[in-house]
Structures are given as C-alpha cells and as structure tokens.
C-alpha cells in the first residue's frame, strides 16, 4: 500500500519541482523560502502582487532595483547580496 503511494507520488513530485524551477527561472517567487535583505545596503525582496520577486532598496518599497540576491555557490541554502557580496538575511518582515 504505502510503496503503491510512493510509485503514484514521486512523478508528481518530480513535475512540481520542475514546474517551480520554471517559475523561478521566470522571477515569479514560489515561497520556497523566505525573503531576504541586506540591512548593510538597505536592500530587500518583495514579491509583487502578480508574484514576481523584486528587489527593492528600503526607503522605495515596490519599485524593483533589477537586482537579486544569488545563491552562494559554496554553501547551499545561502544568498548573497548583490551589491556589497555579504549574506543576506533571511526574514523580512
Ligand atoms: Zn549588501
């Protein structure tokens, strides 16, 4: 019984996972984790009301920098931020 689930499952589970990897290719946020800021430079993501993630600088929320944050190569799970290179942090409010 629970392999006959699993067989059912795990093709699903391979589809959404391509299907999310599609969506943050084309910057839609998947609230796969949670948002980030740099309080060094005052940048934070948002995510619009169409579900695209931006980066805003914090003064200006809403208007999109054009810049993201990127993954760390060396430490999965981390994000760097895009001007000064330091982790971001995960959190915002
Ligand atoms: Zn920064």
């Given at each position: 019984?629970?392999?006959?689930?699993?067989?059912?499952?795990?093709?699903?589970?391979?589809?959404?996972?391509?299907?999310?990897?599609?969506?943050?290719r084309?910057?839609?946020?998947?609230?796969?984790?949670?948002?980030?800021?740099?309080?060094?430079?005052?940048?934070?993501?948002?995510?619009?009301?169409?579900g695209?993630?931006?980066?805003?600088?914090?003064?200006?929320?809403?208007?999109?920098?054009?810049?993201?944050f990127?993954?760390?190569?060396?430490?999965?799970?981390?994000?760097?931020c895009p001007?000064?290179?330091?982790?971001a942090?995960?959190?915002?409010?």
């Open positions: 019984m629970k392999d006959e689930l699993l067989k059912q499952i795990k093709p699903l589970a391979e589809q959404l996972q391509t299907l999310q990897e599609q969506a943050e084309l910057g839609i946020f998947t609230g796969d984790r949670e948002l980030l800021e740099c309080a060094e430079c005052g940048l934070e993501e948002d995510v619009t009301a169409d695209f993630l931006i980066v805003c600088r914090k003064p200006v929320p809403g208007t999109d920098t054009g810049l993201r990127t993954k760390a190569v060396e430490n999965k799970g981390k994000y760097l001007v000064c290179g330091k982790p942090q995960f959190g915002v409010s």
